[in-house]
T-cell receptor
């Protein structure tokens, strides 16, 4: 069975600085996709960034980028120039053939002004 | 924001009552999901559907039931609510036939249920 692990329950960063959220996963499939979702306080969960496992190039979306290490089964999220609006729960997730998302435990990110 | 809606947003109800949490999406997605989110914020899949008349139980056992009579509608029902059902319930939908990078899920705002 596939698993996703986020070992950092909480992280904090100063506004305008860079923070990296860690995620490791385990799957026996060769074809899968990885996502980072963001859940702001009392607001809907939204997709931040996605990565295809067969692509070596790391995905980027504006200030958000990933470090995808397939052999190590690692998928960390880097947020550059952190903003107050980045404060949220962040969930790493995996989808494969069963087409069900598997989520990590979440990391609560606090932005200090 | 995604066109997926949940009602009610908040519900406080007594033990033994029957409740239905509504979820609707206007995106024409075949796939729909229900998650239970515990106080520690971890998400657990409790039900999913890949289309009309298709429903499956998720990874976390739940006493709730679901139905999928219409593509856009995926209600969740608890026949007899108990305090252990107190939680946040998130509905989601997704598109894509087969496995693809576009298999992202769009989430509703959630229903926070409290059973006294």
């Amino acid at each position: 069975a596939q698993t996703v692990t986020q070992s950092q329950p909480e992280m904090s960063v100063q506004e305008a600085e860079t923070v990296t959220l860690s995620c490791t996963y385990d799957t026996s499939e060769s074809d899968y996709y990885l996502f980072w979702y963001k859940q702001p306080p009392s607001r809907q969960m939204i997709l931040v960034i996605r990565q295809e496992a067969y692509k070596q190039q790391n995905a980027t979306e504006n200030r958000f980028s990933v470090n995808f290490q397939k052999a190590a089964k690692s998928f960390s999220l880097k947020i550059s120039d952190s903003q107050l609006g980045d404060a949220a729960m962040y969930f790493c997730s995996l989808i494969q053939g069963a087409q069900k998302l598997v989520f990590g435990q979440g990391t609560r990110l606090t932005i200090n002004p | 924001e995604a066109d997926i809606y949940q009602t009610p947003r908040y519900l406080v109800i007594g033990t033994g009552k029957k409740i239905t949490l509504e979820c609707s999406q206007t995106m024409g997605h075949d796939k729909m999901y229900w998650y239970q989110q515990d106080p520690g914020m971890e998400l657990h899949l409790i039900h999913y559907s890949y289309g009309v008349n298709s429903t499956e139980k998720g990874d976390l056992s739940s006493e709730s039931t679901v139905s999928r009579i219409r593509t856009e509608h995926f209600p969740l029902t608890l026949e007899s609510a108990r305090p252990s059902h107190t939680s946040q319930y998130l509905c989601a939908s997704g598109e894509g036939a087969g496995l693809a990078v576009w298999n992202e899920q769009f989430f509703g705002p959630g229903t926070r249920l409290t059973v006294l």
